[in-house]
DNA sequence: AATGAATGAGGGTTCATTCAT
DNA sequence: CATGAATGAACCCTCATTCAT
């Protein structure tokens, strides 16, 4: 009889982070205001969005976390699964680009809540990991290097463009599942090849 | 002594236009207001805004205008003066990350005001030769696959991961004018990799 | 206890509409601002007017509708009270008189509102009744001289007479309920007068 | 060569104020705004108008003048070459319908300039004539009533009345100058009626 | 736990007016 | 005599946030 009250907290805070995703990702940081959200979660009043949250960017924390969970959730067994540098480069890469099939909202809402101007960095270790995603890349470049499973590369600025492109194919809406999977696969193929070990000296 | 009629207005405009350049590049698009810009700008209220531009979209498409033309003149000779359709891909890259040296901010805005929700598209070709860089990259590398010069690949996607590259390596402040060479060079290499012709059966 | 859930916005609105009467009754519609109308209704912000009204013209239908309910209520009884056409039509014009004496400014609020550049038609029919004063007193009159209660003139432009001479003698401040009911009277007789059967032929 | 300096600042003055008499009937007095009026007059500045012009109520008493200077030219004529108090009552009648064919935009703009908040009373004696139109009105139904010519009623709600029934009547659109015509005989003829002699008792 | 009325700052924009040229 | 750049107040409206209930 008492312990349902951070339940019923808790639903509501989770509703709340939901209506924001898919606000986010429908008009943007910019047009996301409380009376929006409010509207589309069928609350009555932007009171509510206030009690349960200290702040907007209190809010957006928690947008950020939720998005940030569901990543992991995805991504982190593909990674897992996947053996060798290069599998794992190509496995990060596909899973990436396989996590918009799946959560699109959350995508466009985790660009739109980084690219909020103000944002300072984030607090947990998850959502760095999932933030920093140029320096795990840029690791496991480095590692792959000193391994000779990788060619001679600056692995930052390598990290950065895979990054990058990742991001940028991610950007453009896909038309079905297929061609998702499609993507993905051609977009790890692209750059296992530029990071492909050194050819070696042709013989004579 | 008196043909400089608009010369004031003109160079008015001109003021206003770098300021809000500055002002996009610094806290995005949606925190640029007119109180903001006037401020930068060390104009003293936002009616004189106003009283040069007919709108805020009237301001940001001047931007727009500014910077394409600022980025045109710079990549355009480097880009003509590449020949091959290696050296094409390779002049474009490198052209792109070395811009944002010039013209740290001008990029950044570029991509706020393209971001801006409700903009539409760009009317003259310029302008749409710089926004719609993922369609002219596109083209190269299908021209350049029916001659031979690069492997198989969707050239969309590829066109679209090289965009993303660029974009993210730039996105990162380059710390002195070397870097942002090097940064060019090996980029550009990179990409040179990931869309050389397809491996020739090795030879017996 | 519970039950009066919006009775707070509903006495808020109230409060605002019959500000906005005032003021506009006082300083016409081109004058009418949220500013003053929060002055008069002691408001500490215009905020709070639009908290409440979607837009500035949401709030001049809300005025509009007030007046008109009211001007309906005090004429309406005294019109229907009255019988043959020359009764319908003294009634009429004494009502619309004495209404002036009722609620001075919602008549002239009436004026204001309509006078309004960009307003639309009017909706309901009780607006329409009373916002066409004249197509309504020239059926009267196009009846009555069917019925031989009138002589002959035209029906429109003799509305059209009535409507802006009533108007004509609201316009001036009227000193006392007296002399309302008396120019009331006078104004009746003065279009009995004007209306009145073609004399007869003079008998030999 | 000295002289045209006021030929030439009187012709701006008509110039402008002309411009402002049919901004004034087309978009009515709170929309008159001087940048409206600069573009009907072709004017690149609205510093043009202040600086022949002290004021916006300078400006405005301008209109007011021309607009009242070309009524009385026009009405002067008619209204004197009418012979006896009920020919002069038909005479005021009728000129002052027919002006509306003549100065439409006059009329309205009239209207609108008196209209206008915060206006104090006319200076000059030929303003006060039109605009005092009630008074000179009464002063005649009086004067005629004393002899004979015309019934008992109260003058001054009469002329109350006449003149607003005129104004309403010429503030529809008139289609035609036959229709004018047709208006004023009918309306002459209407007040005509209502200040007819009382009728004599009946002979037995 | 929830409500919703209220607030005040700030948004872009228009306006009459001033002043140096 | 004319210009047009500049100003600052006021306009309507939206926003995140507070607080009594």
């Known amino acids: 009889m008492q312990a349902n009250r951070s339940v019923t907290e808790a639903a509501r805070r989770r509703q709340i982070v939901a209506a924001t995703i898919e606000v ?29 949250f200290a702040d907007k960017a209190d809010l957006l924390d928690e947008v950020l976390a939720e998005v940030v969970r569901a990543a992991v ?7 897992e699964a996947a053996e060798g540098h290069v599998g794992t480069l190509s496995a990060r890469i596909a899973a990436n680009v396989e996590l918009v099939a799946e959560h699109p909202a959350h995508v466009r809402a985790l ?24 320096g795990a890349l840029a690791a496991l470049l480095r ?14 600025l390598m990290a950065l463009a895979v990054t990058g492109a990742i991001d940028a194919v991610v950007a453009v809406p896909p038309a079905g ?13 692209t750059f296992v090849r530029a990071t492909a070990p050194d050819a070696p000296e042709p013989r004579p």
């Open 24 to 52: 986010l990702a429908e008009v943007g940081h910019g047009a996301t205001t409380f009376t929006r959200i409010a509207r589309w979660a069928g609350l009555s009043s932007t009171g509510l969005i206030s009690y349960h």
């Open 73 to 79: 959730a995805f991504m982190g067994p593909r990674i």
């Open 111 to 134: 660009r739109e809540v980084l690219a909020a101007p103000g944002r300072s960095a984030p607090a947990d270790d998850a959502t760095a990991g999932l933030t920093d995603r140029v």
């Open 143 to 156: 590692d792959g290097q000193a391994h000779g499973a990788f060619g001679s590369f600056d692995p930052e």
């Open 177 to 189: 599942e297929e061609q998702v999977r499609r993507a993905a696969h051609e977009l790890a193929a």
